[in-house]
């Protein structure tokens, strides 16, 4: 064997930048993040009524379900994001009322915030124990009702038929939430949706009646065949509205 390909190998390896015995790494691969199936836009059946659903993650988890309790019967949409707090509500709901098109109108509007007003966050707005320094309700009881007055207010301007969904619970030794606050700011809701004249889906007390079986332990969500059962609940109580 002569010394050439051995040569030739050398000088490539060294053109290559790399050190003999080092070998070189392969090219990135650059992953997709695939969205959430439940913030993937819809297209309209034509003729269906329109139902916007309103939420953060509780509503993210019963959205497909919905929409397939409720396909043939109604076209379910929903803002392509996690709806947060009532002061992301404040900022972004004009956004959210066009979904699926500004020129578009709701039959029914089913909304609901709550658990991420009433989580503690820290200086940067993170989540963060609630005993921590500094840490501070998001959003706090007096500007909660504040807030959703006036999204209220703005939600019925549309037209639609609306339909405030309480807040779920929040079970013991859950991260960066007081086990049952949801009970106060719940309180709060109601005699907002009262002075409105709004009716309330009392999904809490659904919630409440079954939720070793649907509710995950020291968290707010909830497991999938948890989601099924509240999207039965949200189902029933659009039909409703819808006269259905």
Request: charged share 20%; net charge neutral.
């Amino acid at each position: 064997m002569t010394k050439a390909p051995a040569l030739c190998l050398l000088t490539a390896i060294l053109a290559s930048g790399l050190s003999l015995g080092q070998s070189a790494d392969p090219a990135p691969v650059k992953r997709e993040t695939k969205p959430n199936p439940a913030l993937v836009p819809i297209t309209d059946v034509v003729g269906l009524p329109r139902v916007l659903l309103i939420g953060d993650s509780i509503s993210m988890g019963y959205t497909l379900p919905v929409r397939t309790l409720l396909a043939g019967k109604a076209n379910v949409h929903r803002p392509r994001v996690n709806c947060g707090h009532t002061a992301s509500g404040l900022e972004q709901l004009d956004a959210w009322l066009a979904t699926g098109g500004a020129d578009q109108k709701w039959d029914v509007i089913h909304f609901n915030w709550g658990l991420h007003d009433l989580k503690y966050v820290d200086e940067k707005g993170a989540i963060s124990d609630v005993a921590a320094p500094g840490a501070k309700q998001q959003i706090s009881p007096e500007d909660y009702r504040k807030n959703l007055t006036a999204l209220t207010e703005r939600l019925k301007a549309t037209g639609a038929k609306l339909i405030w969904r309480n807040t779920t619970p929040v079970p013991e030794e859950t991260k960066g939430r007081i086990a049952h606050a949801e009970a106060a700011y719940n309180t709060i809701a109601a005699e907002v949706m009262a002075a409105a004249g709004v009716p309330t889906h009392d999904l809490a007390a659904f919630v409440t009646a079954h939720q070793t079986e649907v509710q995950l332990p020291a968290n707010v969500h909830f497991s999938t065949a948890g989601s099924d059962a509240l999207a039965a609940e949200v189902a029933r109580e659009i039909l409703g509205a819808l006269g259905q």
